[in-house]
């Protein structure tokens, strides 16, 4: 593929041409081959959380606590994959998707093989950040590509399916620490644990290699041509799949194409071009990250306090709560396509946030025992993996394409920061005291911040479903854009300032 960048002005129906194909088994090939990627952050949380008891014990080669592993290197793992995001999104933005998916795909699996070799506390801690700095970046650069290459009327519910994918990894994760840590040695199963991890890593590696460049980001840094002959080889496969002609694609934008978008544009777009949307982001991206990394990291850990679960059989429960996730994104992921994004999104964040009031006022009442705790788990978490999953898409939507990736990694970055670091180190002292009313505090500050995000949403969101990226917000590149109307015919030229402010 050649990487020859002559930068001018090209006339171009790329993006609509990608719009208006039906579904194919190349879409399922971009859905498996980046998709699933998400199964293993899933894998490493889970596993995580329910290794912390083992890895705490006498003889599992590490001098570390259970505290230590849900409180730190938690924490750690999140500011990671902050910095990942960041870093790696930067990077997504400037030399295209595939490289970085790639790239980040191969820092995961290196840093996990390491983890599973940790002979001291600062190695397991040091390869913990670098595992989720390889996260991190795959969050910026995966979001990106699957919306740029999934057609509008699909990219909702595909999104949603995909982000929700994390929960299939946590249950296969739950799922796999009860015999490892049964039935190996204190100081071998929980290497196991991360090694397997690594081995699912290259399986995906293997198919990812088949994904190509996003066709969209080709075209903008003057790569025209291989962003046509794509389109023409996906548009050819296509019609041989489904025996069906294509209708013509006869929506047009005009781009003057450029290498890179430094720094300080990519600030004022974010925050000066959109700063109801900014807003919107940062509110979604805190309300979820503080919900999940503050209460799946211990959950585990919850179990063993209060309810007196055995070590070796909190998988079992985390299983079933992970399944609660998979199911909420699988139903309901088809309504943010018809029902639209901003009555679900609200609904699912404010829904969550208010069933998780009613679990902690049962908590606190004394009426719950393992069982019961972790239906009610199910019944929030249905709603709010729905509802997480739409931040991602939320972000990945609504800004220009030239900082599609950046923009993505930062409202993960600090919205992670501020929920996911500070969420664990506070979760793992609340549930560390073993005070009923610590713990319910947890849960009260995590039903309320998701409630205040999806009070943002019903004020600040933006109706997305079924409208081009380029309809949502005009390539910062692009001269004279043919917008498509939302009922998907031709629109009017729109200038080189963006489709939307705010």
């Known amino acids: 593929m050649s990487t020859d960048v002559q930068t001018g002005t090209?006339?171009?129906?790329?993006?609509a041409r990608l719009d208006r194909l039906p579904w194919s088994r190349w879409h399922w090939m971009i859905v498996i081959g980046l998709g699933t990627v998400w199964i293993l952050d899933g894998l490493e949380v889970t596993i995580?959380?329910?290794?912390?008891?083992?890895?705490?014990?006498?003889?599992?080669?590490?001098s570390i606590t259970q505290s230590q592993v849900t409180g730190l290197a938690a924490a750690l793992y999140v500011a990671g994959a902050c910095t990942g995001a960041l870093f790696f999104g930067w990077l997504t933005d400037r030399f295209g998707r595939k490289k970085l998916f790639l790239l980040t795909l191969g820092l995961y699996l290196v840093a996990t093989a390491l983890t599973a070799l940790s002979f001291d506390t600062w190695w397991f801690f040091l390869f913990r950040f670098l595992t989720g700095m390889g996260i991190g970046g795959e969050y910026?650069?995966?979001?990106?590509?699957i919306d740029e290459l999934i057609p509008a009327r699909h990219r909702g519910r595909i999104d949603i399916v995909i982000n929700g994918t994390f929960w299939l990894g946590a249950a296969m994760g739950a799922l796999l620490t009860v015999p490892l840590l049964n039935g190996l040695p204190t100081n071998l199963g929980w290497r196991v644990a991360f090694g397997l991890g690594a081995v699912l890593g290259v399986v995906i590696l293997l198919v990812r290699r088949h994904v190509p460049e996003s066709p969209r980001w080709l075209f903008i840094h003057g790569r025209a041509e291989e962003a046509n002959k794509l389109v023409d080889s996906v548009e050819a496969e296509v019609k041989r799949e489904t025996g069906r002609e294509l209708t013509e694609a006869d929506d047009y934008i005009e781009?003057?194409?450029?290498?890179?978008?430094?720094?300080?544009?990519?600030?004022?777009?974010?925050?000066?071009?959109?700063?109801k949307r900014a807003a919107l982001g940062f509110s979604l991206f805190i309300g979820q990250a503080f919900l999940y990394n503050a209460i799946t990291f211990g959950f585990a850990q919850i179990l063993r306090t209060f309810f007196k679960v055995p070590t070796g059989n909190t998988g079992y429960y985390f299983a079933v709560i992970a399944v609660g996730n998979l199911l909420g994104p699988l139903l309901l992921g088809r309504l943010f396509d018809t029902v639209g994004r901003v009555p679900m999104i609200a609904g699912s964040y404010i829904g969550s946030g208010v069933l998780?009031?009613?679990?902690?006022?049962?908590?606190?009442?004394?009426?719950?025992?393992?069982?019961?705790?972790?239906?009610c788990w199910c019944a929030v978490l249905f709603f709010a993996s729905a509802g997480a999953s739409a931040a991602y898409l939320t972000v990945s939507e609504i800004f220009p394409m030239e900082t599609r990736a950046m923009a993505i990694a930062f409202f993960y970055a600090l919205g992670t920061a501020a929920g996911g670091i500070t969420g664990p180190l506070l979760f793992a002292k609340l549930v560390g005291t073993k005070q009923v009313g610590d713990t319910v505090l947890a849960f009260v500050?995590?039903?309320?911040?998701?409630?205040?995000?999806?009070?943002v949403e019903l004020v600040l969101g933006v109706r997305a479903e079924g409208k081009s990226l380029e309809h949502l917000a005009t390539p910062l590149s692009a001269e004279h854009a043919r917008i498509p109307s939302p009922r998907g015919g031709a629109g009017t030229p729109a200038p080189a300032t963006g489709a939307a402010t705010g």
Not at 10 to 15: A, D, G, I, L, M
Not at 356 to 375: E, R, Y
Not at 445 to 455: D, E, P, R, W
């Open 10 to 15: 090209v006339r171009t129906n790329v993006p």
């Open 48 to 62: 995580v959380g329910n290794l912390s008891g083992k890895l705490a014990e006498p003889g599992s080669g590490l």
């Open 140 to 145: 910026a650069a995966i979001n990106s590509a």
């Open 255 to 275: 781009i003057r194409q450029r290498k890179s978008t430094n720094f300080l544009e990519i600030a004022r777009t974010l925050f000066a071009r959109y700063p």
């Open 356 to 375: 998780l009031l009613g679990t902690a006022w049962l908590f606190h009442a004394g009426v719950l025992n393992a069982v019961t705790m972790t239906a």
């Open 445 to 455: 500050i995590g039903a309320v911040v998701m409630i205040i995000g999806g009070l």
